[in-house]
């Protein structure tokens, strides 16, 4: 097993270095701001776990109930639903429909919907169906749509800074998420720092810097006003002269005025390739969960504005909404790089089909 674990080599980028010691409780500890949440110790792993020794050894249970219990509305949405129209039922054509109907509520997209009532229209039609044996096609169906765009982020550390800008309407969890990458990377032993291109909002730059308190990173941040593309151009030097492994820049998501965000996120974007054109290495694009379908236009808006790299969706625990990721991955296809199924930093991971399309449906 190695040092840094699954979690580690998901998270891990391109090169391999030991990992570093953890945060101390007392470090942990010492800058208590109330609206970011608490960073945790690991939990240990729990005994009876089914899973092979080495996987449960590397992958702390405790993961995995987080994202079933952080997936629980959704599921007992889709749980409850299939309950009541397979409770002996014939699969027929008016159950098919339901079952399609259902599907559709439960924002997993029209798409999938289709194909799952297709399958079963094929292999069980006219026959008796459970609603646990039409979870288990739905899971697989789900897994198979999500396979190909579950790809961890994988900065390549050598870029001195991989730079990673981070997208998102107001509210979507952009600067948690940075917060909690922050710290995930920090822990990996990298050199992390955090720019506060959110010049718009004194709090937004203050919640910034209580992150990069409590994760030991740097934050380049300016006054509220400031032009976001130099705050970003100078935060690339700085990071660049210190020889920093990953920098995320956070930005303001006003999306009430498109022009405007779009042309201060192209700024940013044509500043930052002034000192590396290769960069931004990732242009992730935060998405809150529990907005549904309304997600699908948020990626269209920012997909025209800037590069979006890849999605990271977050409130999962939050909603019952979590099949919209899964109509995400069939429309667009943009790698998943990690979920967050709360506000802790530990609550923010690699994004796993397998794993999430059976929290999705309730299976264990
Ligand atoms: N339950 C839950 N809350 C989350 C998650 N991610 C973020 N949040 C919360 O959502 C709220 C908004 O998160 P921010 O990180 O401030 O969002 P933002 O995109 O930076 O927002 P602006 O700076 O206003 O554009 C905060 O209260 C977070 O704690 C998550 O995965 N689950
Ligand atoms: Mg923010």
């Known amino acids: 097993m190695s040092g840094k674990g699954l979690f580690g080599r998901l998270f891990g980028g391109k090169s391999e270095e030991p990992a570093p010691p953890a945060l101390s409780e007392a470090e942990s500890d010492a800058v208590a701001v109330p609206p970011v949440p608490e960073i945790a110790e690991e939990e240990t792993v729990v005994a009876d776990d089914p899973r092979p020794a080495e996987i449960v050894a590397e992958a702390p249970q405790s993961w995995l109930t987080r994202l079933k219990s952080g997936l629980t509305k959704s599921s007992s949405k889709l749980t409850q639903g299939l309950g009541d129209l397979f ?28 194909r799952v009532t297709k399958r079963l229209a094929k292999t069980r039609f006219g026959q008796d169906v459970s609603a646990d044996e039409i979870k288990q096609v739905l899971a697989e169906e789900v897994a198979q749509i999500l396979a190909p765009v579950a790809k961890p982020l994988q900065p390549d550390f050598s870029r001195k800074p991989h730079v990673v800008l981070v997208v998102g309407v107001n509210g979507s969890g952009k ?30 730059v203050e919640q910034l810097k209580v992150w990069g308190e409590r994760t030991h990173c740097p934050v380049f941040a300016r006054d509220t006003g400031a032009d976001a593309a ?82 990271i969706l977050t409130k999962l625990d939050g909603t019952a909404r979590g099949g919209v990721l899964v109509a995400l ?33 309730g299976l264990d």
């Open 87 to 114: 409770t002996k039922r014939k699969l027929d054509d008016d159950a098919l429909e339901d079952l399609e109907d259902l599907l559709i509520t439960t924002d997993l997209g029209v798409g999938t919907a289709a």
């Open 175 to 204: 600067t948690t998420t940075i917060g909690k990458m922050a710290k995930l990377y920090k822990d990996q032993g990298r050199q992390v720092s955090l720019a506060a291109g959110d010049t718009f909002r004194a709090a937004a």
């Open 230 to 311: 130099g705050l970003a151009f100078d935060a690339m030097a700085e990071a660049r002269a210190r020889g920093d492994d990953l920098l995320f820049i956070d930005t303001a998501g006003r999306l009430q005025n498109k022009a405007d965000l779009m042309e201060e996120l192209r700024k940013v974007v044509r500043v930052i390739k002034k000192q590396d054109e290769t960069a931004p290495h990732d242009v992730l694009l935060v998405l809150d969960a529990t907005v549904g379908q309304n997600a699908h236009s948020q990626v269209e808006v920012f997909k025209d504005i800037v590069d979006v790299s890849g999605l």
């Open 329 to 361: 991955a069939e429309k667009f296809a943009l790698p998943v790089h990690a979920i967050g199924v709360g506000e802790k930093a530990e609550d923010l991971r690699p994004f796993d089909a397998q794993a999430f399309a059976r929290s999705l449906v």
